[in-house]
């Protein structure tokens, strides 16, 4: 066994990749090799490490030194620096974001020292297309165990004791589903992973298929005892190609091995495993569209009951459960239910994975313990809204969730308390949004998904998801009337309440919230035709102070259209028929002087006189409004 | 690799110990050569070479070696600091290969500093 002096676990997840790893680890491969470092140091490929935003991003042990965006041009200086000399390269450390000081050692980093990691605890650590990296980190013991030690109610025990609840969105107690199905006779039963991962913006399954491919299958061997099932599939959607790859490589190493197969470490227990290519819908993702899916048939949901515990794949008993609710499984086992439950509240226990993506600084993958209050996630690990833009909301659960506001951040993150407000916790997608987003964008953006994603087999789903995306098309295009917020949330709660599946149930929630927390939005763009934020370009017109305007030609230089006048020391003005309402200029302003007036100021602004400096008011005054 | 039995999963653990201990931590020793411009110059390459060779023969899964830049004391290289857990660290000096392998068997296996060769014990900051 070759022993080595140090350890670079390099990122290798899809994001990284886009970023260049690959290449990195080919450079650093030969670097090392032409500097005669090659037996002394080890760079291995992990999966996804969560940090995705400052990718490519490696660690190197023992020194737990941490670099971020790294490129094929540093490694030279790397190697000689860092792994000859012992000189850890500053320049590639990462800088927190607001006194931009150096932080060397990844465990001293706010975004990864406050996450708890279970589900992702191999998480850069080892190398996913290596099942003996996964076994030295106990890899397979809770599968030995449950094999060998334990009797299927005892697995269930352990399970249902922990408290786990299905990390795919519903929240639905894992142990009781086990049990539904464990107590139905049945010749054959089927245990299924569901790898479909449809929110836009998800990727907490796609990092744990890609970096950590044998824990599912663990969890899944270890739920086949359960149930008593021999056969698994796992439904990964097509669109993720390395997690596919991965699975298979560590399938067919699981096989090669003995713990997947026939008479799985001589115990006698026979699983057989089967990864299944998503047919690239949204609804796939839907437990019975999901199978019916697998059966070869256009993936759409059915009544239930009866349910998949008693009915599913084939007619025969089933479970369905998401990666990441699988991932928990081992430990459990492991460490017991007990152990589980010491992190998380009494309802909602254990840890979450969120991916963290939109106006933040620390855009990545995290996984923090149940409870957690979201300020803390946005603004301790999340690192705060960068830009010296102002928070607005956080959506949280996808197209099926809703947006929270600023004065509930205090909300602790469980199941429970989140549904309070109106949002879900979901698959675990956190998406913040800042002072540049408009609310009613937002909520028209996620219908557009579900409307197209609309299995269209029930009315309510179909029509209804069409009928809300008009409406709120029509409210951004300046067409909206009285009583169309009144009909959109009626709308929604019919929806809401006749929906044969999860996603025509939930779809409304995105709109319901906007309008609970941001109802003075929609009331600007129906009464005032006034998108305030710029967003919606037929709702408002872009133009300068030219009181406050310091001319300084900014604006004037990122303006694609070449709209704004105005040499040094005269203030600008944007020329109105020219504007296509971009907003590039109102971003770019150091001075506050570009202004988002209504609409209707694109007509009053064309009289304005030949450049007589108008104060704010004068022109205010001119659209009718007093501000 | 054939069909594994549960045995075989810890004998599987067990020979990555190594390989664990780098990336989780957990050493019981930890080497630091000195790979300054005089370091490098003096040798100190061959005795990083030397002292791999050293860990990989006898197996030492719990000792980790580091390098550093220059430690001050240039007209003594090349040099070594070795450091047992809740031991000071002691620094070794003007070293060559025959030297760092008594070190690793007299001090790292069998706690027995080597009085010829080490220079000081502690370190500069005050503990």
């Not at chain 1, 190609?241 to 991965?246: F, G, I, S």
């Not at chain 1, 098309?473 to 009909?487: C, M, R, S, W």
């Not at chain 2, 999963?9 to 990336?23: G, N, V, Y």
Request: proline fraction near 5%.
């Amino acid at each position: 066994m070759e022993q080595y002096r140090a350890s670079v676990m390099l990122c290798g997840g899809t994001g990284c990749i886009a970023g260049g790893s690959l290449k990195l680890k080919n450079a650093l491969d030969e670097e090392l090799k032409n500097r005669g470092l090659d037996n002394e140091i080890n760079v291995v490929l992990t999966g996804c490490n969560g940090f995705c935003a400052e990718g490519p991003v490696m660690t190197v042990y023992p020194e737990d030194i941490f670099y971020e965006k790294v490129k094929v041009a540093d490694v030279p200086i790397i190697v000689e620096e860092h792994f000859i000399k012992g000189r850890p390269v500053e320049r590639l450390m990462y800088k927190e974001p607001v006194k931009k000081q150096i932080i060397p050692l990844m465990k001293e980093i706010p975004f990864f020292s406050l996450q708890v990691l279970r589900a992702l605890r191999n998480k850069g650590l080892v190398d996913a297309e290596k099942i003996e990296d996964y076994i030295a980190r106990d890899g397979y013991q809770a599968a030995a165990k449950a094999l060998t030690e334990m009797t299927p109610e005892q697995v269930i025990d352990e399970v249902k004791r922990s408290g786990l609840r299905g990390r795919g969105g519903a929240g639905f107690p894992t142990g009781l589903k086990w049990e539904l199905c464990a107590k139905v006779k049945g010749d054959q039963k089927f245990i299924l992973c569901n790898g479909d991962e449809g929110d836009p913006g998800a990727f907490m399954d796609r990092s744990i298929m890609e970096a950590d491919p044998h824990v599912v299958l663990e969890g899944m061997i270890i739920g086949a005892k359960a149930i008593a099932a021999n056969k698994g599939y796992i439904y990964v959607r097509a669109e993720y190609p390395l997690a596919v790859h991965r699975l298979q490589l560590a399938i067919d190493q699981a096989k090669e091995y003995g713990l997947l197969g026939d008479n799985i470490l001589g115990t006698g227990f026979n699983l057989d495993i089967e990864i299944y290519l998503g047919a690239g819908a949204f609804v796939c993702g839907e437990e019975t569209a999901l199978m019916r899916s697998i059966e070869g048939k256009r993936g759409m949901p059915r009544p239930r009951p009866p349910f998949p515990a008693q009915k599913g794949l084939w007619d025969k008993p089933s479970v369905l459960n998401n990666v990441e609710t699988y991932a928990n499984i081992p430990q459990i086992i492991l460490n017991g239910a007990d152990w589980y439950r010491s992190l998380g509240t009494e309802k909602s226990t254990g840890t979450k994975v969120f991916a963290l993506s939109g106006a933040i600084s620390n855009i990545g993958l995290i996984e923090v313990p149940m409870g957690i209050p979201l300020r803390k996630i946005i603004y301790d690990i999340g690192g705060g809204v960068p830009n010296k833009r102002k928070f607005k909301a956080v959506q949280l659960g996808g197209p099926s969730g809703g947006c929270i506001p600023e004065h509930l951040l205090d909300t602790p993150v469980t199941y429970e308390d989140i549904v309070q407000t109106g949002a879900i916790v979901g698959s675990g997608g956190m998406v913040v949004m800042n002072d540049l987003n408009c609310m009613v964008s937002v909520a028209k953006f996620f219908l557009e998904f579900t409307a197209e994603e609309s299995c269209g087999k029930c009315p309510p789903c179909r029509i209804g998801t069409t009928v809300m995306l008009d409406l709120l098309t029509k409210i951004t295009e300046g067409k909206g009337n009285e009583g169309d917020i009144e009909l959109l949330g009626d709308m929604s709660l019919d929806i809401i309440a006749t929906s044969l599946c999860g996603l025509g149930q939930t779809a409304p929630n995105p709109v319901l919230t906007t309008i609970k927390y941001f109802r003075d939005e929609y009331e600007s763009h129906i009464n005032e035709k006034w998108c305030k934020t710029g967003v919606c370009k037929d709702l408002c017109t872009f133009y300068i102070d030219e009181e406050k305007c310091k001319a300084c030609g900014q604006c004037k230089k990122v303006c694609p259209q070449s709209a704004i006048s105005g040499e040094k020391k005269v203030p600008h003005r944007i020329d109105q028929p020219l504007c296509i309402q971009c907003r590039s200029c109102y971003e770019v302003c150091k001075f506050d002087s570009v202004k988002i007036g209504p609409l209707s100021m694109r007509e009053t602004l064309r009289n304005l006189p030949d450049q007589e400096a108008l104060s704010n008011k004068q022109v205010e005054a001119l659209a009718g409004k007093e501000e | 690799m054939g069909r594994l039995t549960i045995e075989d999963l810890k004998r599987i653990k067990e020979d990555h110990k190594a390989m664990l201990t780098l990336r989780e931590g957990g050493y019981r020793a930890k080497v630091t050569v000195h790979m300054g411009t005089c370091g490098i110059a003096a040798g100190a390459r061959k005795v990083m070479e030397a002292l791999l060779d050293e860990i990989n023969t006898n197996k030492a899964a719990d000792v980790i070696v580091t390098t550093s830049g220059c430690a001050g004391l240039c007209s003594k290289e090349p040099m070594a600091t070795v450091e047992i857990v809740n031991e000071a660290p002691v620094k070794y000096v003007e070293l060559n290969e025959e030297k760092i392998r008594k070190i690793f068997t007299e001090h790292i296996l069998n706690s027995r500093i080597v009085q010829d060769s080490a220079l000081v014990m502690g370190s500069e900051t005050a503990y």
